[in-house]
């Protein structure tokens, strides 16, 4: 009898990672304050940050730039346009209420329809986060530039907040551009850098970032990777005792060679 001969197990192919990059959108929730493991308080935002789909791929070949272009929010269908329907339905992707790119020199390694998820981040990374500054109306030139205001003396009643002079003389007998007045103040894009991220809730979606994060709540903020990184400096106390060993050890100086003396005239 010829003894069978053991058949070879096909292995199964490992499946290569999603791409990711450290990129996503999130809308502020608002603020809250956590504990460390020693009890100091630290205040968090709090992001719902994606998941964000994958709408369009944007090569250099065709559109002149590599970048992904994602979606992000909950909108109603009759609350898009046709432009935007088409994009949705064209990535078979659910109708959302913002649309970004994020440029990337992977963007060929990504497909329509993949999701950036909040789990690219972890507890202890440092993010820029970009966002449009609240709306404040009409200010007066000290709310809106900090000027430090007039005095309020020598008879000034109703000047003391006033911007001051703003003339010149006959030459150059005008105004020059750029100079600060009262105005519109806030809707401004607002970009925070070096933010430290606290906590990632990958099963909730969220993020905990330490201190304020520009925009309203509810307002659309973006998250990236920080482009900056904060040299932290080390300071080294100095050894007790240090200068004095070294001291101590330090070899002692050879004397010179005597001279010999003086021969005394007459001997």
């Known amino acids: 009898m010829s003894e069978a001969t053991p058949t ?3 292995e199964k192919p490992v499946a290569a ?4 990059i450290k990129a996503i959108l999130a809308q502020k929730i608002g603020m809250t304050r956590v504990y460390d493991t020693h009890g100091k308080s630290i205040p968090v935002t709090v992001l719902q940050a994606g998941p964000c789909p994958v709408t369009q791929v944007l090569t250099s070949e065709k559109n002149g ?6 979606a ?3 909108v109603r269908t009759k609350s898009i346009n046709k432009p935007q329907a088409g994009i949705f339905k064209k990535a078979n992707v659910a109708p959302a209420k913002w649309i970004r790119e994020f440029r990337t020199d992977k963007a060929s390694t990504f497909q329509v329809g993949q999701a950036l998820k909040v789990d690219a981040f972890a507890a202890g990374d440092y993010v820029d986060v970009f966002g449009t500054s609240k709306g404040k109306g009409f200010a007066g030139a000290m709310k809106r530039h900090n000027f430090h205001g007039g005095p309020h003396t020598h008879g000034q009643s109703d000047r003391a907040r006033a911007p001051g002079a ?6 150059p007998g005008r105004v020059f551009k750029g100079k600060k007045f009262p ?15 606290i906590q990632v809730m ?39 005792g240090k200068k004095e060993k070294a001291k101590k050890e330090a070899p002692k100086a050879v004397p010179a060679a005597a001279k010999p003396a003086a021969k005394v005239a007459g001997k």
């Open 8 to 10: 070879a197990t096909a």
């Open 17 to 20: 990672p999603a791409p990711s």
């Open 65 to 70: 730039y590599s970048a992904i272009q994602v």
């Open 72 to 74: 992000f929010g909950d």
């Open 166 to 171: 703003s003339g010149s003389n006959t030459f």
């Open 183 to 197: 105005g519109h103040l806030g809707v401004e894009r607002v970009t925070v850098q070096h933010m430290e991220v």
């Open 202 to 240: 990958a099963d909730k979606d969220l993020m905990l970032i330490k201190g304020a994060v520009p925009g309203p709540v509810q307002g659309l903020v973006t998250v990236r990777g920080t482009v900056k990184r904060m040299k932290v400096r080390v300071l080294h106390a100095p050894e007790h």
